[in-house]
C-alpha cells in the first residue's frame, strides 16, 4: 500500500524539478485568474483589477525554488513528492488569504519568507537532527516556559480572546504551535533510547506520559483545548508505533472520550462548542453562527465552485485562517476539495513510507510523529469546518494564516525532507511495518469520510442550505444581477433596479405598496411580492436550462431578472390609497370573475426605499406600519358570518321570512335596535351584520363540521397568492357559538379573504381563488400569461341571485355588507360590497375595514371605491 507514489513511478532526473514547475503553473493560473475575477464579477472590462496577490505568488516561487535548490545540494536522495506536496499547499493558502484580505495575505508573505530561511539553514546542516535528540530535555523545557509565560504577559492579536500569544507591538508568536514539535522530538528520541517493542511501563510509559500530562494541564489552564487535543492524538499514535500493541489505540480512545466528556461537563468553551456542533439549526445568529455559514459556502460552491475571486468567504468568520478550507472548497468546488484532500492522502502515504523506510528509531519514530501531526490536525479543523467534527480552533498546517502555524509547518517539512534524504535502501531494521499499516487506513478512512461529507452538504443538501434565509448571497449576488421590474396590469412601474453592477439597489417609485410588494435588502432580507416571486425576478426563472447553467458556470450568477406584471391597477391604487389615508385599516378591491387584485390598500405603511433609517423604529411603532392589514390582518368578523350562513339555507330568504322566528334587538349597535317583526328590519338586520340574526341562521349542530363547509374555504384556509398572510385556523369541536361569535374564540379574518368568501355573490355563485401576478417576460421577450384558477361552483347560481338580491343596496345594481365588531383591543368597522349578477359589468367585490367604531367611514369609503371604477 505505501509503494503506490514509489519514486520508481516517476521518470526523469529531477522529478521534483519537474513537479514544482507543475505546481508553480497551477498556482499561476490560479493568480491570473484571481487578478481578472472583477472582470468576471462586474461583467466588464472596466474594473480594478486585484493585484497585490502576485507578491504572495513571487515570494512563493523564490521560496519554492531556493529550497528546492538547498534540497538538491544536500539531500539528493530525499523524497521528491513531500516538498512539492507541501509547496502547493503553502501556495494555495497564501493566494486564498490574498483574496480574503490583502493585509493577512501581506504578513503571511513575510512569515513565508522568515520560514523559507530557517528551512533553507536546517536543510543544509542534516546533522542538526542529532543536536535535536542530545538536547530534547532542553527543547521541552522551553517549550513548557514559554507557554507557561503566556499566564503571565500572554495576549490575543484580536483585541478580546484566549490570550495563547506572547507579542511585542504587531509581532506575535504562539508557543503552544512550536510545543508540537518539540513534544514529536522529545517522544521520539526517548522511545528511540529504549529497546524496541520492549514495553517497559515503569521506565518508558510512565516519564513520558507524566510530561505530557505536564503539557495538557498548561495547555488546558489557558484554554487552548485544540491544541491539548492534538497533543494526546500524538502521543497515542507514537506510541503506538513504538510498542505495536492495538490496545494503546484502545486506551488511547476511551481516555480521549472520557476527556471529552470532562471538558464538556467542566469547560463552558467546550460544552458550547459541542452543543453548535450537535444541535446547530436552533442558535444559528450565535454559538452556531459560524459552523452554519461553513456548510452554506460548501454548499454555494457546488460541483466546481463559484470561481476564484468570486465567492463570498468572508461571510464565515476566521475564513482566513480556523476556516479556510471552507473558503477554499466555496470557490473551487467539491472537485476542488477533493484535490485539496488528495495532497493529505499523498502526504500520508509518503510521510509513513520516509517512516519505514528510515535508518533509525528516532526518525523513524520522528517521521511517524509529524506525518500523524499534520494529517491529525487536518483532519480535526477540516471535520469541524463541515460539521464532522465540533470545532477545535486548530489551524490547518501550511495553509491558515499564522506565523506560528506556519513556521511549525516548515520546521516538520524540514526535519522530514532530512530524513528521507538519510534513509538506508538496504536496512533491516523495521520487521513489524502493522502499526504504520493501521494508522495509515485510519487516517485514509477519515479522509474518505470529510471528503463524503463535503459531497453531503454540496449534493445532498445543497438546495436546501441555499434556500436558507440566513443565506446572505443571493442577496448580495443581486447587487451585481439587474433585476426584473415589477409592473402593474397597464405596464406603470411599481419597483425597479437603479446603479451600476456592485451598486445596484432597488426603488421603488410608489411607496403605499411597500407592504404588498416587500423588499429585497442586503440587511432585512426578501419579503412580499419580492420574495414570492424572486426566481422570476432575479433571473433563476424564464430561461432555457442551458442559459442559466452557463452563467453560474461563468460568473456564478444568474442573468438579468426577468420582470413580471401584476393584476394590481396604479391609477385606481393610488385613489384607494387616498381614500385610506388617515384611517387605521384596510381596503381591497377583487375582480369577482377572475380573482385578479386590482387593488390591496393598508394603512399605516411603510417606506421600501428608506428601510435602513427607519427600520428599528417602524419594528417599535405600535401601529405597527409593517404589517399588511390587507392580508395579515386578524380582525374578528361578528355577524359578517350572516352573509355566509345565508349559503347554506334551503328556504327562499324572502317569501319564507315567516319561518324565521322573532328575535331580540342588539341594544349597543344603533342599526340592529329594533327587533326583526318584519321583512324590512330581517334585511336591514342581515346587511348590517347583527348578532341577534346569527341565531337564527346557524344550523351547525357539530361545529368541528364548519371546517369543511365550502363557503367557509377562504376564511379558514389562507391562500397563498404571493403576499404575507395570517396563519390558518380550525374550530374546535369544543367551540361553542357564543364564543366564535363575540367571545374569546372569535372568527377571524382578513379583508382579502372576506373579498374572496363573497366574490360568489357577484360572479353567479362561481368562485375562484385570488390571484396577484398576471403575467411574467421571458428570455425570448415575450409575456407569458399565467392562466387563472378554475372556476368551481360554490353555491347555485339560483341562490347566489336570490342572495345578492336580499343583500340589494338602494343606490343601484349592487349588494352590500356592514358589520361594527368587538375584541379586547377595541372596535373595527367593516364594509363590504359587490356587483349584482344582473349587472352588465365587470363582476367587482370590494372589501373596506375601519379599525375603530366607525361604520360609516367605512361604507362612506367603500362607496367612493365603487364609484372610482371605471367599468
Given at each position: 500500500m505505501l509503494k503506490i507514489f514509489s519514486i520508481e513511478k516517476i521518470t526523469g532526473k529531477n522529478p521534483q524539478q519537474r513537479l514544482l514547475i507543475w505546481a508553480a503553473i497551477f498556482l499561476l493560473l490560479l493568480s491570473i485568474v484571481l487578478t481578472l475575477s472583477p472582470a468576471v464579477r462586474y461583467r466588464s472590462w472596466n474594473v480594478n483589477y486585484i493585484w497585490w496577490h502576485w507578491i504572495g505568488y513571487f515570494i512563493w516561487l523564490v521560496s519554492s525554488i531556493s529550497i528546492h535548490y538547498s534540497?538538491?545540494?544536500?539531500?539528493?536522495?530525499?523524497?521528491?513528492?513531500?516538498?512539492?506536496?507541501?509547496?502547493?499547499?503553502?501556495?494555495?493558502?497564501?493566494?486564498?488569504?490574498?483574496?480574503?484580505?490583502?493585509?493577512?495575505?501581506?504578513?503571511q508573505t513575510l512569515w513565508l519568507s522568515i520560514c523559507t530561511i530557517i528551512s533553507i539553514i536546517l536543510l543544509r546542516t542534516p546533522s542538526i537532527l542529532k543536536q535535536l535528540k542530545r538536547f530534547k530535555y532542553f527543547w521541552l523545557a522551553v517549550g513548557l516556559s514559554l507557554i507557561t509565560l503566556t499566564f503571565f504577559f500572554g495576549t490575543y492579536p484580536g483585541g478580546i480572546g484566549p490570550t495563547l500569544w506572547l507579542g511585542y507591538k504587531e509581532i506575535f508568536f504562539q508557543p503552544s504551535e512550536i510545543l508540537k514539535i518539540i513534544l514529536i522530538i522529545y517522544l521520539a528520541s526517548y522511545f528511540s533510547e529504549k529497546q524496541s517493542g520492549s514495553f517497559d511501563f515503569f521506565h518508558t510509559v510512565i516519564p513520558t506520559t507524566v510530561l505530557v500530562l505536564a503539557s495538557l494541564i498548561i495547555l488546558v489552564g489557558q484554554r487552548d483545548l485544540g491544541t491539548a487535543l492534538i497533543f494526546i492524538t500524538i502521543y497515542i499514535f507514537i506510541a503506538y508505533f513504538v510498542f505495536g500493541k492495538k490496545r494503546i489505540l484502545a486506551v488511547g480512545s476511551i481516555f480521549l472520550l472520557l476527556s471529552a466528556i470532562a471538558g464538556y461537563i467542566m469547560i463552558d468553551l467546550i460544552r458550547i462548542r459541542f452543543q453548535a456542533w450537535i444541535l446547530p439549526w436552533g442558535d444559528t445568529q450565535s454559538s452556531s453562527y459560524q459552523i452554519i455559514q461553513s456548510i452554506i459556502a460548501l454548499s454555494a460552491g457546488g460541483l466546481f465552485g463559484t470561481g476564484i475571486g468570486l465567492g463570498y468567504p468572508n461571510l464565515v468568520p476566521l475564513s482566513h485562517s480556523?476556516?479556510?478550507?471552507?473558503?477554499?472548497?466555496?470557490?473551487?468546488?467539491?472537485?476542488?476539495?477533493?484535490?485539496?484532500?488528495?495532497?493529505?492522502?499523498?502526504?500520508?502515504?509518503?510521510?509513513?513510507?520516509?517512516?519505514?523506510?528510515?535508518?533509525?528509531?528516532?526518525?523513524?519514530?520522528?517521521?511517524?510523529?509529524?506525518?500523524?501531526?499534520?494529517?491529525?490536525?487536518?483532519?480535526?479543523?477540516?471535520?469541524?469546518?463541515?460539521?464532522?467534527?465540533?470545532?477545535?480552533?486548530?489551524?490547518?498546517?501550511?495553509?491558515?494564516?499564522?506565523?506560528?502555524?506556519?513556521?511549525?509547518?516548515?520546521?516538520?517539512?524540514?526535519?522530514?525532507?532530512?530524513?528521507?534524504?538519510?534513509?538506508?535502501?538496504?536496512?533491516?531494521?523495521?520487521?513489524?511495518?502493522?502499526?504504520?499499516?493501521?494508522?495509515?487506513?485510519?487516517?485514509t478512512f477519515c479522509l474518505v469520510a470529510i471528503t463524503m461529507t463535503v459531497g453531503w452538504w454540496v449534493i445532498i443538501r445543497g438546495n436546501d442550505l441555499q434556500n436558507r434565509s440566513d443565506n446572505p448571497r443571493h442577496l448580495i449576488s443581486n447587487t451585481f444581477v439587474k433585476r426584473g421590474q415589477i409592473l402593474d396590469r397597464n405596464n406603470n412601474l411599481i419597483a425597479e433596479t437603479e446603479g451600476k453592477p456592485g451598486t445596484y439597489i432597488r426603488f421603488y417609485p410608489y411607496v403605499p405598496l411597500s407592504n404588498s410588494i416587500g423588499y429585497i435588502h442586503q440587511k432585512y432580507g426578501l419579503y412580499g411580492i419580492e420574495k414570492e416571486y424572486d426566481e422570476y425576478l432575479s433571473g433563476i426563472k424564464g430561461y432555457p436550462a442551458h442559459t442559466l447553467w452557463m452563467n453560474y458556470l461563468l460568473y456564478d450568477q444568474p442573468p438579468d431578472g426577468r420582470s413580471i406584471r401584476l393584476t394590481l391597477d396604479i391609477d385606481l391604487q393610488r385613489a384607494v390609497d387616498d381614500l385610506m389615508k388617515g384611517n387605521q385599516g384596510a381596503a381591497?378591491?377583487?375582480?369577482?370573475?377572475?380573482?385578479?387584485?386590482?387593488?390591496?390598500?393598508t394603512y399605516p405603511f411603510f417606506n421600501a426605499n428608506q428601510l435602513e433609517d427607519n427600520w428599528e423604529n417602524w419594528n417599535n411603532d405600535e401601529n405597527a406600519p409593517f404589517l399588511n392589514r390587507a392580508t395579515q390582518g386578524?380582525?374578528?368578523?361578528?355577524?359578517?358570518?350572516?352573509?355566509?350562513?345565508?349559503?347554506?339555507?334551503?328556504?327562499?330568504?324572502?317569501?319564507?321570512?315567516?319561518?324565521?322566528?322573532?328575535?331580540?334587538?342588539?341594544k349597543n349597535t344603533p342599526e340592529c335596535e329594533s327587533?326583526?317583526?318584519?321583512?324590512?328590519?330581517?334585511?336591514?338586520?342581515?346587511?348590517?351584520?347583527?348578532?341577534?340574526?346569527?341565531?337564527?341562521?346557524?344550523?351547525?349542530?357539530?361545529?368541528?363540521?364548519?371546517?369543511?363547509?365550502?363557503?367557509?374555504?377562504?376564511?379558514?384556509?389562507?391562500?397563498?397568492?404571493?403576499?404575507?398572510?395570517?396563519?390558518?385556523?380550525?374550530?374546535?369541536?369544543?367551540?361553542?357559538?357564543?364564543?366564535?361569535?363575540?367571545?374569546?374564540?372569535?372568527?377571524?379574518?382578513?379583508p382579502l379573504q372576506i373579498a374572496a368568501s363573497l366574490a360568489p355573490l357577484s360572479n353567479g355563485g362561481y368562485t375562484t381563488k385570488p390571484t396577484i401576478l398576471s403575467s411574467v417576460n421571458v428570455s425570448s421577450g415575450q409575456w407569458v400569461i399565467l392562466p387563472y384558477e378554475e372556476k368551481q361552483v360554490l353555491i347555485k347560481p339560483e341562490k347566489a341571485v336570490e342572495i345578492a338580491q336580499f343583500l340589494s343596496s338602494d343606490e343601484g345594481e349592487r349588494w352590500e355588507l356592514s358589520a361594527v365588531t368587538y375584541d379586547s383591543n377595541g372596535a373595527y368597522s367593516w364594509y363590504a360590497l359587490g356587483t349584482s349578477n344582473s349587472s352588465s359589468t365587470t363582476p367587482i367585490v370590494i372589501t373596506v375595514v375601519i379599525e375603530g367604531e366607525n361604520r360609516e367611514k367605512s361604507r362612506s369609503i367603500g362607496k367612493e371605491i365603487f364609484n372610482t371604477l371605471n367599468f
Open positions: 534540497i538538491k545540494s544536500n539531500l539528493e536522495g530525499s523524497d521528491p513528492f513531500i516538498f512539492i506536496i507541501t509547496q502547493l499547499m503553502t501556495g494555495w493558502g497564501l493566494l486564498t488569504i490574498w483574496r480574503i484580505n490583502p493585509f493577512f495575505g501581506f504578513r480556523d476556516f479556510i478550507f471552507t473558503a477554499i472548497a466555496e470557490e473551487t468546488g467539491l472537485i476542488g476539495s477533493i484535490g485539496f484532500i488528495s495532497l493529505l492522502v499523498m502526504f500520508l502515504f509518503r510521510g509513513f513510507k520516509i517512516s519505514i523506510e528510515s535508518k533509525n528509531r528516532f526518525h523513524r519514530y520522528l517521521a511517524a510523529g509529524i506525518t500523524t501531526y499534520v494529517i491529525a490536525q487536518s483532519i480535526l479543523i477540516i471535520g469541524g469546518n463541515i460539521r464532522l467534527f465540533p470545532i477545535t480552533g486548530v489551524t490547518l498546517p501550511f495553509v491558515s494564516y499564522g506565523g506560528s502555524s506556519l513556521l511549525t509547518s516548515y520546521l516538520a517539512l524540514s526535519m522530514l525532507v532530512i530524513i528521507s534524504g538519510q534513509k538506508e535502501k538496504n536496512h533491516t531494521l523495521i520487521i513489524n511495518t502493522n502499526p504504520s499499516r493501521i494508522v495509515t487506513a485510519i487516517f381591497v378591491v377583487m375582480n369577482a370573475e377572475s380573482g385578479e387584485i386590482l387593488t390591496i390598500s386578524t380582525y374578528p368578523i361578528g355577524g359578517l358570518l350572516s352573509s355566509l350562513l345565508l349559503y347554506e339555507q334551503d328556504i327562499n330568504l324572502i317569501k319564507d321570512f315567516n319561518n324565521f322566528k322573532t328575535f331580540p334587538s342588539d327587533p326583526a317583526l318584519d321583512l324590512d328590519n330581517w334585511q336591514s338586520n342581515v346587511k348590517n351584520g347583527c348578532l341577534s340574526t346569527l341565531s337564527q341562521l346557524i344550523i351547525f349542530e357539530n361545529l368541528a363540521s364548519i371546517n369543511e363547509s365550502p363557503q367557509f374555504e377562504f376564511i379558514f384556509d389562507v391562500q397563498k397568492i404571493g403576499l404575507p398572510t395570517n396563519l390558518p385556523i380550525e374550530i374546535s369541536p369544543d367551540a361553542v357559538w357564543i364564543d366564535l361569535i363575540s367571545g374569546k374564540d372569535q372568527i377571524r379574518s382578513s
